[in-house]
Nanobody, 124 residues
Framework: HVQLVESGGGSVQAGGSLTLSCSAS????????VAWFRQSPGKEREGVAA????????YYDDAVKGRFIIHGDNAKNTVSLTMNSLTPEDTARYFC??????????????????WGQGTQVTVS
């Protein structure tokens, strides 16, 4: 049984930082992307960052580029997302996702087989 579990969310003031973590059980982050998505009420889920844990190659949505850092730890089978210079617009529930069906796109929700339950980030 595959399970992804996010942690590290919380409330922070604008300009602050948070680090989210995604840990996997029953699944090993291998040679494919692991991604972070976010969703706020009334909006579609959107991808913010993705990483190939084995190589460290990372990709970012323009909205977070230069502020967020995604990192894969193969030894711990976790992927973290460090979020800096947070603004109220970053308020959302953040989800990690793994194992793409077709490996065609990076930030398409339907591509991913496995999802965590999400962790809430609130910036005020």
């Amino acid at each position: 049984h595959v399970q992804l579990v996010e942690s590290g969310g919380g409330s922070v003031q604008a300009g602050g930082s948070l680090t989210l973590s995604c840990s996997a059980s029953g699944y090993t982050f291998s040679d494919d992307l692991v991604a972070w998505f976010r969703q706020s009420p009334g909006k579609e889920r959107e991808g913010v960052a993705a990483v190939y844990p084995q190589t460290g190659t990372a990709y970012y949505d323009d909205a977070v580029k230069g502020r967020f850092i995604i990192h894969g730890d193969n030894a711990k089978n976790t992927v973290s997302l460090t979020m800096n210079s947070l603004t109220p617009e970053d308020t959302a529930r953040y989800f990690c996702a793994a194992e793409r069906r077709y490996r065609h796109t990076m930030f398409t929700v339907d591509e991913y087989n496995y999802w965590g339950q999400g962790t809430q980030v609130t910036v005020s």
